[in-house]
Nanobody
């Protein structure tokens, strides 16, 4: 069973930075596509970054140039570096994994990010 545990959320002022971490257990991490999604109150859950098993990354325009996803396969961890945060980035951020073997999807429990002065 694959489990994902996010950490690193919190309160930050506009223009500030945060780094989220997601540690995975179970499964074959090197074969996972990993991603980060976010969900603000009353809104749908949207992807903010993804990284394939080979390291190819993708971002929506809303975060491109501000957010960076990376992975450390030796630590079975994926990171989301978020810079120049603004109040519109306030949301619960979820770690996501898709197995390259079974195509099963897995989700973390989420971590709150609040951008406010």
């Amino acid at each position: 069973q694959v489990q994902l545990a996010e950490s690193g959320g919190g309160l930050v002022q506009p223009g500030g930075s945060l780094r989220l971490s997601c540690a995975a257990s179970g499964g074959i991490f090197v074969l996972f596509t990993m991603g980060w999604y976010r969900q603000a109150p009353g809104k749908q859950r949207d992807v903010v970054a993804s990284i394939t098993a080979r390291g190819a990354t993708n971002y929506p325009d809303s975060v491109k140039g501000r957010f960076t996803i990376s992975r450390d396969n030796t630590k079975k961890t994926v990171y989301l570096q978020m810079n120049n945060l603004n109040p519109e980035d306030t949301a619960v951020y979820y770690c996501y994994a898709k197995s390259g073997v079974t195509s099963n999807d897995y989700w973390g429990q989420g971590t709150q990010v609040t951008v406010s002065s």
